[in-house]
């Protein structure tokens, strides 16, 4: 049962039908991993916490940098140096204390991934380069976990959930990408630059559908692929196909 403090904390919440106290109470008993405390991962955090996710994860071996807070809005000023898992931990305290963080200062990687995603039901990609989505794609369908991945330069974000572990009808991120970019086509945040308030935007995005996810309400975004793009202020909805070809969740 919910107390009187969760009650009145989470009221915006419950008194939403397809919410209600079951709702909350499965927010409550989720568990979310993030990856990446960075332009995505900051507003991603916030929202998680405020939303009353019981277990939330943030992986990161980065440390904050002053050229960090133009978009990463979970960091402060005071905190440059600080590592940013616990940066982020301090900021979510002070959101909702009543939330479990769990900080893993480490990158992910193909020795770690399945460790690390394996106590979470639902995993955020937040990262920064293609390396790091690949290996979570890879092992969040070997492990049958719901994927809910972001990205974003310069003015533009991309927003898809990946389920393909769960339904083998569904594409994976390799459908869509099959390999990543030779070296220098597309460019970092730090190189082709990014619009702060975009982080926001997609981060924010994301947290919506991981939170759709957690109680099983709405229509889940897998399958498809929802492209922003901040100066003409579009959205695009796009269908995705499973490559029966694909390296990862394909029939080979």
Not at 5 to 13: F, G, I, K
Not at 53 to 75: E, F, P
């Given at each position: 049962?919910?107390?009187?403090?969760?009650?009145?904390?989470?009221?915006?919440?419950?008194?939403?039908?397809?919410?209600?106290?079951?709702?909350?109470?499965?927010?409550?008993?989720?568990?979310?991993?993030?990856?990446?405390?960075?332009?995505?991962?900051?507003?991603?955090?916030l929202y998680?916490?405020?939303?009353?996710?019981?277990?939330?994860?943030?992986?990161?071996?980065?440390?904050?940098?002053?050229?960090?807070?133009?978009?990463?809005?979970?960091?402060?000023?005071?905190?440059?140096?600080?590592?940013?898992?616990?940066?982020?931990?301090?900021?979510?305290?002070?959101?909702?204390?009543?939330?479990?963080?769990?900080?893993?200062?480490?990158?992910?990687?193909?020795?770690?991934?399945?460790?690390?995603?394996?106590?979470?039901?639902?995993?955020?990609?937040?990262?920064?380069?293609?390396?790091?989505?690949?290996?979570?794609?890879?092992?969040?369908?070997?492990?049958?976990?719901?994927?809910?991945?972001?990205?974003?330069?310069?003015?533009?974000g991309q927003?898809?959930?990946?389920?393909?572990?769960?339904?083998?009808?569904?594409?994976?991120?390799?459908?869509?990408?099959?390999?990543?970019?030779?070296?220098?086509?597309?460019?970092?945040?730090?190189?082709?630059?990014?619009?702060?308030?975009?982080?926001?935007?997609?981060?924010?995005?994301?947290?919506?559908?991981?939170?759709?996810?957690?109680?099983?309400?709405?229509?889940?975004?897998?399958?498809?692929?929802?492209?922003?793009?901040?100066?003409?202020?579009?959205?695009?909805?796009?269908?995705?196909?499973?490559?029966?070809?694909?390296?990862?969740?394909g029939d080979?």
């Open positions: 049962m919910l107390t009187e403090d969760q009650l009145h904390r989470y009221a915006r919440h419950i008194v939403l039908p397809e919410v209600g106290g079951v709702g909350q109470e499965k927010l409550l008993q989720s568990r979310v991993l993030v990856v990446g405390a960075g332009g995505l991962g900051a507003p991603l955090l998680l916490a405020a939303a009353g996710v019981g277990t939330i994860g943030v992986v990161d071996d980065d440390a904050v940098d002053l050229s960090n807070l133009q978009r990463q809005v979970i960091h402060a000023t005071d905190r440059i140096g600080m590592p940013k898992v616990d940066s982020a931990a301090e900021a979510v305290a002070a959101v909702n204390p009543g939330v479990r963080l769990v900080t893993h200062p480490t990158r992910l990687d193909a020795g770690n991934a399945a460790g690390l995603i394996a106590g979470y039901d639902v995993i955020a990609d937040g990262s920064d380069n293609f390396e790091t989505r690949f290996t979570l794609n890879d092992a969040c369908h070997a492990a049958g976990k719901t994927l809910v991945a972001a990205a974003l330069l310069r003015f533009e927003l898809a959930t990946f389920k393909s572990g769960l339904d083998p009808a569904l594409p994976c991120y390799r459908c869509l990408y099959p390999s990543p970019p030779p070296p220098g086509v597309v460019p970092s945040c730090a190189e082709g630059g990014v619009l702060g308030a975009l982080a926001g935007t997609m981060g924010s995005l994301q947290a919506t559908e991981i939170l759709k996810e957690a109680m099983g309400i709405g229509e889940s975004l897998a399958g498809h692929l929802l492209i922003y793009d901040a100066l003409t202020t579009t959205v695009r909805k796009m269908a995705l196909k499973r490559n029966p070809r694909c390296a990862t969740c080979g």
